[in-house]
């Protein structure tokens, strides 16, 4: 369940530190009954960034496709896939 904390509490850094790393939810922050900002755990950004990352690559491949783009066959790509990082 998400967590509402006024910007008062965040004098207290070691509890706000504490629930972020419990819960592995954002916490809002409110200044004067609004939000104000969010605060999470840099595990749980890092996983929503990536997510965002591939959604927007999704988004991108989907838009070139409605355009008119010539997609690879999923045999073809996950071949050249397999070549490219068998290197590393």
Not at 23 to 30: A, C, H, R
């Amino acid at each position: 369940m998400a967590q509402i904390i006024p910007i008062r509490d965040l004098k207290n850094t070691s509890a706000i530190s504490e629930m972020c790393n419990a819960t592995k939810e954002p916490i809002f922050v409110t200044k004067n009954g609004y939000g104000d900002m969010v605060l999470m755990n840099m595990d749980v950004y890092n996983q929503t960034m990536a997510r965002l990352f591939v959604y927007d690559k999704l988004k991108e491949a989907e838009d070139e496709l409605k355009n008119g783009a010539q997609g690879t066959p999923a045999n073809e790509f996950m071949t050249n896939l397999r070549a490219q990082y068998e290197k590393l």
